[in-house]
């Protein structure tokens, strides 16, 4: 399952309420859990970065509900399905003398 950003409200320079995540920017389409003070708990979609301010970002946003995730595991950021992955060993063995031989060690 993958971890929903958490963020708290701010006032932006227009006077209004904006969500604040900590750290470097993120994407647009992120979906982030913002806690009130009174611990109400929001979910938004972030739709543009708004301004800079000491510590994280504070966003454009619109409401979303909280997101549904598959219960399969995947440690793909991709999205691949590596379980259903067809992975053949490769089983040809060379005796020492014939690696020997094709790297050009012996005469």
Known sequence: MKVIQQGSWRRGNDGKFKPFIRGCVQLNGTVVEVVSRDGN???????????????G????????????????ASNS?????????????????????ELDKALGLTN
Not at 41 to 55: A, D, L, M, P, W
Not at 63 to 71: A, I, L, Q, W
Not at 77 to 97: C, F, L, N, Q, W
Request: glycine share 8%; proline share 4%.
């Open 57 to 72: 970002f504070l966003y454009e946003f619109k409401h979303t509900h909280r997101p549904k995730y598959s219960t399969g």
């Open 77 to 97: 950021i991709y999205g691949i399905d590596v379980s259903k992955a067809v992975i053949r060993p490769y089983t040809y063995e060379v005796s020492a003398e």
């Open 41 to 55: 708990r929001t979910y938004v979609e972030i739709t543009g970065t708004y301004e800079k301010i000491e510590g």
